[in-house]
């Protein structure tokens, strides 16, 4: 149980365009999920957490109007990098919480990451 | 602030070794503590936990005891094997009323086991 799936796992594209990743809850209910970004040999950066159906918190230094976060259902948190230039190239990871458990002891679900290489 | 402060890696030994890798937190109160693997080109799964003191997690034949006295929760493995072969990630977690259970992560250590 508690799978949380990444889309896609890997995407190449060219500077300037807008890429969107999807990070969905398969088999439980997740009112919050986070994004995360991780450099080479590095640990997970939090970048913001995302709540349903309210906007997202951003953490200190990450830019909200790019990197677009929507939590529009319990299962489907989106993270959309806008006109994505060659520093956005990372290794993105999201991770869910389940609905209704204990928030201090309840582990985080991740999903398995989406690699972003801009040209 | 609070912090989660695991030793550097790589850390490489033999088949059938004795795996132990630190971490130490500060934090007020009793955060709830896991270990995280992460495998080459993938995300997170979660290894173990404990949410409150004395507690001892384990899977995998892997083992951390939540120690309030040293504020430590080190990762052991009695014998590893060469699919133990992984980053490891020591994390805290967040109990406050705006931090809506957030993770905090060491900074990961890298293990390499050899045949």
């Known amino acids: 149980g508690a799978v949380v799936s990444q889309h896609p796992s890997w995407v190449i594209c060219k500077s300037g365009t807008s890429v969107k990743i999807e990070c969905r809850s398969l088999?439980?209910?997740?009112?919050?999920m986070f994004w995360y970004r991780q450099f080479p040999k590095q640990s997970l950066m939090l970048m913001a957490t995302?709540?349903?159906?309210?906007?997202?918190?951003?953490e200190q230094g990450v830019e909200k109007d790019k990197f677009l976060i929507n939590h529009a259902s319990l299962t489907l948190s989106t993270l959309t990098v806008t006109s994505a230039h060659p520093e956005d190239s990372s290794f993105y990871i999201c991770?869910?919480?389940?609905?209704?458990?204990?928030?201090?002891?309840?582990?985080?679900?991740f999903g398995d990451g989406t690699r972003l290489s801009i040209l | 602030g609070d912090s989660v402060t695991q030793m550097e890696g790589p850390v490489t030994l033999s088949e059938e070794a004795f795996l132990t890798i630190n971490c130490t937190y500060t934090?007020?109160?009793?955060?709830?503590l896991f270990w995280y693997v992460q495998y080459p080109g993938e995300g997170l799964q979660l290894l173990l936990k404990?949410?409150?003191?004395?507690d001892k997690g384990s899977n995998k034949g892997f083992e951390a005891t939540y120690r309030k006295e040293t504020t430590s929760f080190h990762l052991e493995k009695g014998s590893v094997q060469v699919s133990d072969s992984a980053v490891y990630f020591c994390?805290?977690?967040?109990?406050?009323?705006?931090?809506?259970?957030?993770?905090?992560f060491g900074a990961g250590t890298q293990v390499v086991v050899t045949p």
């Open positions: 934090a007020t109160g009793y955060p709830s």
């Open positions: 995302s709540n349903e159906g309210s906007k997202a918190t951003y």
């Open positions: 994390a805290r977690g967040t109990m406050t009323t705006d931090s809506w259970g957030k993770l905090q």
């Open positions: 404990a949410t409150k003191a004395d």
């Open positions: 088999d439980f209910q997740a009112t919050t």
């Open positions: 991770s869910a919480r389940e609905r209704g458990h204990w928030v201090g002891g309840q582990p985080q679900h």
